[in-house]
Protein backbone atom coordinates (compact mmCIF):
# COMPACT_ATOMS: atom_id res chain seq x y z
CA UNK A 1 0.00 0.00 0.00
CA UNK A 2 1.10 3.17 -0.58
CA UNK A 3 0.53 6.67 1.04
CA UNK A 4 0.10 9.86 -1.41
CA UNK A 5 -0.37 13.28 0.11
CA UNK A 6 1.34 17.02 -0.76
CA UNK A 7 2.93 18.94 2.19
CA UNK A 8 4.25 22.16 3.24
CA UNK A 9 7.53 22.64 4.65
CA UNK A 10 6.02 21.82 7.90
CA UNK A 11 4.19 18.52 7.00
CA UNK A 12 1.13 20.82 7.16
CA UNK A 13 -1.76 19.47 4.74
CA UNK A 14 -5.30 20.94 5.62
CA UNK A 15 -6.67 23.89 6.70
CA UNK A 16 -10.33 23.82 7.64
CA UNK A 17 -11.01 20.63 5.66
CA UNK A 18 -9.31 22.22 2.75
CA UNK A 19 -6.12 21.52 0.93
CA UNK A 20 -3.37 24.34 1.77
CA UNK A 21 -3.24 25.44 -1.52
CA UNK A 22 -4.09 23.52 -5.18
CA UNK A 23 -0.79 22.96 -7.70
CA UNK A 24 -2.00 21.99 -10.88
CA UNK A 25 0.90 19.34 -11.87
CA UNK A 26 0.19 18.31 -7.85
CA UNK A 27 -3.42 17.39 -8.93
CA UNK A 28 -2.23 15.78 -12.29
CA UNK A 29 0.28 13.64 -10.67
CA UNK A 30 -2.38 12.18 -8.29
CA UNK A 31 -5.01 12.34 -10.54
CA UNK A 32 -2.42 9.78 -13.14
CA UNK A 33 -0.86 7.85 -10.02
CA UNK A 34 -4.26 6.51 -8.38
CA UNK A 35 -6.49 6.44 -11.91
CA UNK A 36 -7.47 2.50 -12.24
CA UNK A 37 -6.62 1.74 -8.45
CA UNK A 38 -8.32 2.14 -4.99
CA UNK A 39 -8.39 5.15 -2.79
CA UNK A 40 -8.63 4.88 1.06
CA UNK A 41 -10.00 8.12 2.28
CA UNK A 42 -11.70 9.49 5.96
CA UNK A 43 -15.49 10.70 5.66
CA UNK A 44 -14.30 14.36 5.57
CA UNK A 45 -11.84 14.08 2.60
CA UNK A 46 -14.71 12.87 0.41
CA UNK A 47 -16.68 15.09 1.63
CA UNK A 48 -14.23 17.96 0.19
CA UNK A 49 -14.28 16.83 -2.75
CA UNK A 50 -16.55 18.59 -5.67
CA UNK A 51 -20.11 17.70 -5.02
CA UNK A 52 -18.56 15.07 -2.28
CA UNK A 53 -18.33 12.71 -4.73
CA UNK A 54 -16.11 9.79 -4.81
CA UNK A 55 -13.15 9.81 -7.42
CA UNK A 56 -13.76 8.86 -10.80
CA UNK A 57 -11.85 5.45 -12.59
CA UNK A 58 -11.50 4.18 -8.71
CA UNK A 59 -12.47 2.53 -6.59
CA UNK A 60 -13.52 4.40 -3.21
CA UNK A 61 -13.10 3.20 0.08
CA UNK A 62 -14.36 5.47 3.10
CA UNK A 63 -13.61 5.20 6.56
CA UNK A 64 -15.94 6.55 8.56
CA UNK A 65 -16.52 5.75 12.73
CA UNK A 66 -20.62 7.02 12.20
CA UNK A 67 -22.22 3.63 11.68
CA UNK A 68 -25.22 4.58 9.47
CA UNK A 69 -23.00 6.90 7.18
CA UNK A 70 -23.79 5.70 2.92
CA UNK A 71 -21.87 7.14 0.22
CA UNK A 72 -23.54 6.76 -3.59
CA UNK A 73 -20.12 5.20 -5.53
CA UNK A 74 -18.53 4.31 -2.37
CA UNK A 75 -17.77 1.42 -0.31
CA UNK A 76 -17.85 2.72 3.61
CA UNK A 77 -15.95 1.22 6.48
CA UNK A 78 -16.11 1.59 10.06
CA UNK A 79 -12.02 0.08 11.30
CA UNK A 80 -8.89 0.11 9.68
CA UNK A 81 -9.30 -3.67 9.70
CA UNK A 82 -12.28 -3.53 7.61
CA UNK A 83 -10.65 -1.49 4.99
CA UNK A 84 -7.67 -3.68 5.25
CA UNK A 85 -9.74 -7.04 4.51
CA UNK A 86 -11.23 -5.08 1.72
CA UNK A 87 -8.18 -4.27 0.07
CA UNK A 88 -5.84 -7.90 1.14
CA UNK A 89 -6.12 -9.21 -2.32
CA UNK A 90 -5.12 -6.18 -4.40
CA UNK A 91 -1.68 -5.51 -5.64
CA UNK A 92 -0.38 -3.14 -2.76
CA UNK A 93 1.02 -0.65 -4.99
CA UNK A 94 -2.11 0.04 -6.73
CA UNK A 95 -3.82 1.01 -3.18
CA UNK A 96 -3.49 4.78 -2.00
CA UNK A 97 -4.06 5.97 1.21
CA UNK A 98 -5.60 9.64 0.43
CA UNK A 99 -6.07 11.01 4.13
CA UNK A 100 -6.85 12.91 6.09
CA UNK A 101 -4.42 13.32 8.69
CA UNK A 102 -6.06 10.96 10.92
CA UNK A 103 -6.33 8.38 8.05
CA UNK A 104 -2.96 8.78 7.27
CA UNK A 105 -1.54 7.79 10.69
CA UNK A 106 -3.43 4.92 11.06
CA UNK A 107 -2.41 3.37 7.75
CA UNK A 108 1.25 4.75 7.68
CA UNK A 109 2.64 1.33 9.57
CA UNK A 110 0.62 -0.62 6.90
CA UNK A 111 2.56 1.29 3.75
CA UNK A 112 5.70 0.82 1.94
CA UNK A 113 5.94 3.60 -0.12
CA UNK A 114 4.57 7.64 0.51
CA UNK A 115 4.35 9.98 -2.39
CA UNK A 116 5.25 13.19 -1.06
CA UNK A 117 5.30 16.54 -2.78
CA UNK A 118 7.37 18.72 -0.98
CA UNK A 119 5.69 22.32 -1.26
CA UNK A 120 8.78 24.82 -0.14
CA UNK A 121 6.80 26.95 1.64
CA UNK A 122 4.48 27.42 5.11
CA UNK A 123 1.02 27.28 5.65
CA UNK A 124 -1.27 27.63 8.24
CA UNK A 125 -2.25 24.23 8.88
CA UNK A 126 -4.93 22.38 11.34
CA UNK A 127 -3.64 19.17 10.08
CA UNK A 128 -0.30 17.86 9.43
CA UNK A 129 1.72 14.28 8.34
CA UNK A 130 3.92 12.53 10.36
CA UNK A 131 7.12 14.10 9.55
CA UNK A 132 9.31 11.28 7.57
CA UNK A 133 12.12 13.05 7.49
CA UNK A 134 12.53 12.60 11.22
CA UNK A 135 11.84 9.03 11.44
CA UNK A 136 14.63 6.39 10.89
CA UNK A 137 12.19 3.69 9.33
CA UNK A 138 11.69 6.16 6.31
CA UNK A 139 14.04 7.00 3.37
CA UNK A 140 14.70 9.20 0.49
CA UNK A 141 14.59 7.02 -2.63
CA UNK A 142 13.91 9.15 -5.47
CA UNK A 143 13.16 13.34 -5.63
CA UNK A 144 12.01 15.50 -8.85
CA UNK A 145 14.05 18.73 -9.97
CA UNK A 146 12.49 21.82 -8.48
CA UNK A 147 9.44 22.33 -10.04
CA UNK A 148 7.63 25.62 -9.91
CA UNK A 149 4.21 27.12 -9.69
CA UNK A 150 4.25 30.85 -9.80
CA UNK A 151 6.04 31.93 -6.77
CA UNK A 152 6.52 28.62 -5.24
CA UNK A 153 8.90 25.61 -5.32
CA UNK A 154 8.14 21.96 -4.56
CA UNK A 155 9.25 18.93 -5.44
CA UNK A 156 7.97 15.27 -6.33
CA UNK A 157 9.70 12.62 -3.33
CA UNK A 158 9.60 9.05 -2.93
CA UNK A 159 10.09 7.57 0.50
CA UNK A 160 10.12 3.85 1.26
CA UNK A 161 10.03 2.07 4.39
CA UNK A 162 13.17 0.63 5.02
CA UNK A 163 11.67 -2.24 6.68
CA UNK A 164 8.23 -2.84 6.56
CA UNK A 165 6.82 -3.52 9.99
CA UNK A 166 3.01 -4.90 9.43
Known amino acids: MQIIVAVDSRWGIGYRNKLLVRIPSDQRFFRETTSG????????????????????????????????????????????????????????????????????????PFCSNALVTKIDHVYEADAHFPDLDTDPEWEIVSESEEQTYFDLTYHFLTYRRKILTK
Open 37 to 108: GTVIMGRKTLESFPGGRPLPNRRNIVMTKEPSYKAEGCEVVHSLEEALDLVKDEDPDRVFCIGGASVYRQFL
